[in-house]
Nanobody
Framework: QVQLVESGGGLVQAGGSLRLSCAASGLPFSSYHMAWFRQAPGKEREFVAAISWSNGNTYYADSVKGRFTIARDNAKNTVYLQMSSLKPEDTAVYFC?????????????????WGQGTQVTVSS
């Protein structure tokens, strides 16, 4: 049984930082691309960042580039999202997701496994 469990969300002031974690179990973590998505109320789920299983390459949405950093620790089966210089528009539920495609993708529908999400709220 595959489980992805996010943690680290919370309330932070604009300009602050948070680090999200996603612990995976039940899958060969080192063989899966890992990604973070987010969904704000009334909006579609959107891509935030992803990291490849094969070469560690990272990809970011333009809206978070330079502020967020995705990293993985295969020994701990965990992926992280370090978020800095947070803005009120970063407020959303953040989800981690796993995909075993050959090519890393950024489309939510192509990710087979999802966590339950963690709320991030940035106050102005």
């Amino acid at each position: 049984q595959v489980q992805l469990v996010e943690s680290g969300g919370g309330l932070v002031q604009a300009g602050g930082s948070l680090r999200l974690s996603c612990a995976a179990s039940g899958l060969p973590f080192s063989s899966y691309h890992m990604a973070w998505f987010r969904q704000a109320p009334g909006k579609e789920r959107e891509f935030v960042a992803a990291i490849s299983w094969s070469n560690g390459n990272t990809y970011y949405a333009d809206s978070v580039k330079g502020r967020f950093t995705i990293a993985r620790d295969n020994a701990k089966n965990t992926v992280y999202l370090q978020m800095s210089s947070l803005k009120p528009e970063d407020t959303a539920v953040y989800f981690c997701a796993a995909d075993d495609s050959i090519t890393l993708v950024t489309t939510p529908l192509l990710y087979g496994y999802w966590g339950q999400g963690t709320q991030v709220t940035v106050s102005s």
